[in-house]
T-cell receptor
Framework: RKEVEQDPGPFNVPEGATVAFNCTYS??????FFWYRQDCRKEPKLLMSVYSSGNEDGRFTAQLNRASQYISLLIRDSKLSDSATYLCVVNRTPNNDMRFGAGTRLTVKP | EAQVTQNPRYLITVTGKKLTVTCSQN?????MSWYRQDPGLGLRQIYYSMNVEVTDKGDVPEGYKVSRKEKRNFPLILESPSPNQTSLYFC?????????????????FGPGTRLTVL
């Protein structure tokens, strides 16, 4: 079983839709959680960190459930520019030992 | 501009011909890492380095070597490349600190090196 699992998608949604991605992790020692965005043939870039209390950044909301070892990302009012692959990442400090999910691909269509 | 650079960006080589992919960061980060990305497998860590002269194996270190003689540079060496090392490689760096039980360690990635071994 992979340490970080994501639904690979693809998710094809119309502009303006709300879409949610889920991620589960198996290692309870995980300390930090992130969502990264990766455009086609480009490097991953940090989208947002995920905090225990949940956090929001504009149209993006991240949630963490430590008991269930589950992370989610909600995108509201999808834009064409949101089309990308979204990577769930968990980190076991203090070694900065990051584990990446395989990614969920999103395509937003006009 | 704060960045991680990799060279070359694209490389086609033949089995057994030693090669080095360079990685350099200008952010004074302690931590650096190499990943490979393959379809359906996501990013897998090859080697990482917590600081100068400190390196350790990641998940898939076989067939690779690294060195960290200076803080800014972390080259990846393939002594005898094989076709199963054909992949997209990313170098990354981050600060490495913890505080009050929390930590911050956003990783900044280089633009990637697409390697094909024939």
């Amino acid at each position: 079983r992979k340490e970080v699992e994501q639904d690979p998608g693809p998710f094809n949604v119309p502009e303006g839709a709300t879409v949610a991605f889920n991620c589960t992790y198996s290692n309870s020692a995980s300390q930090s959680f992130f969502w990264y965005r990766q455009d086609c043939r480009k490097e991953p870039k940090l989208l947002m960190s995920v905090y225990s209390s949940g956090n929001e950044d504009g149209r993006f909301t991240a949630q963490l459930n430590r008991a269930s070892q589950y992370i989610s990302l909600l995108i509201r009012d999808s834009k064409l520019s949101d089309s990308a692959t979204y990577l769930c990442v968990v980190n076991r400090t203090p070694n900065n030992d990051m584990r990446f999910g395989a990614g969920t691909r999103l395509t937003v269509k006009p | 501009e704060a960045q991680v650079t990799q060279n070359p960006r694209y490389l086609i080589t033949v089995t057994g011909k030693k090669l080095t992919v360079t990685c350099s960061q200008n952010m004074n980060h302690e931590y650096m890492s190499w990943y490979r990305q393959d379809p359906g497998l996501g990013l897998r860590q090859i080697y990482y380095s917590m600081n100068v002269e400190v390196t350790d194996k990641g998940d898939v270190p076989e067939g690779y070597k690294v060195s960290r003689k200076e803080k800014r540079n972390f080259p990846l060496i393939l002594e005898s490349p094989s076709p199963n090392q054909t992949s997209l490689y990313f170098c990354a760096s981050s600060l490495s600190w913890t505080s009050g039980g929390g930590s911050y360690n956003e990783q900044f990635f280089g633009p990637g090196t697409r390697l094909t071994v024939l």
